[in-house]
């Protein structure tokens, strides 16, 4: 058998390449799982807030005629007290691959997958085709943050606590 150096050659980067390959999705594997345990588990909201909370209120109430902004800026903030109760009467429950999520009285179901850096968790529930993408923030045993976009410049920021 003849190996010339090139068919040397290319079976050893090919070698390399595998190696370097394997290792990369190894820790690729150990990273998600990482993420993966910490977040298994049950989780109610602790706190819920808003991010650009007065530039909300005013670019929501832009335009109102005066007569009227006392009673739209009532029901706007009327509405944004009953959607930080709502958010802290979620519960939250991820399990080795599937979520169960108790929101306005509803369970939510599917599927989560997390990041492999860990700063992003996406929900695909079985009832909709369209994936929840949250922003990790902190992450640890006990506690998570986590954000969701409200509109452009506000965001919904949650702190989980670990529950029983």
């Not at 910490?38 to 909201?45: E, L, N, Q, S």
Request: with cysteine.
């Amino acid at each position: 058998m003849n190996i010339t150096f090139a068919t040397f050659y290319y079976y050893h980067n090919m070698r390399k390449l595998f190696l370097t390959g394997t290792m990369a999705l190894t820790i690729f594997m150990f990273a998600c799982k990482t993420g993966g345990r910490k977040i298994t588990g049950k989780w109610v909201v602790a706190e819920c807030t808003i991010t650009n909370l007065e530039e909300l209120r005013k670019s929501q109430l832009n335009g109102i005629p005066d007569s009227l902004a006392s009673q739209y800026k009532e029901r706007l903030e009327g509405q944004i007290k009953a959607f930080t109760d709502d958010a802290q009467k979620e519960v939250y429950n991820f399990d080795k691959d599937s979520f169960d999520i108790l929101r306005r009285g509803k369970s939510d179901r599917g599927v989560w997958k997390i990041s492999s850096d860990n700063k992003m968790l996406f929900l695909i529930p079985n009832e909709s085709p369209a994936a929840e993408a949250i922003n990790i923030d902190k992450i640890s045993a006990k506690e998570i943050t986590i954000s969701k976009k409200l509109t452009a410049e506000s965001n919904a920021v949650y702190v989980l606590k670990k529950g029983e």
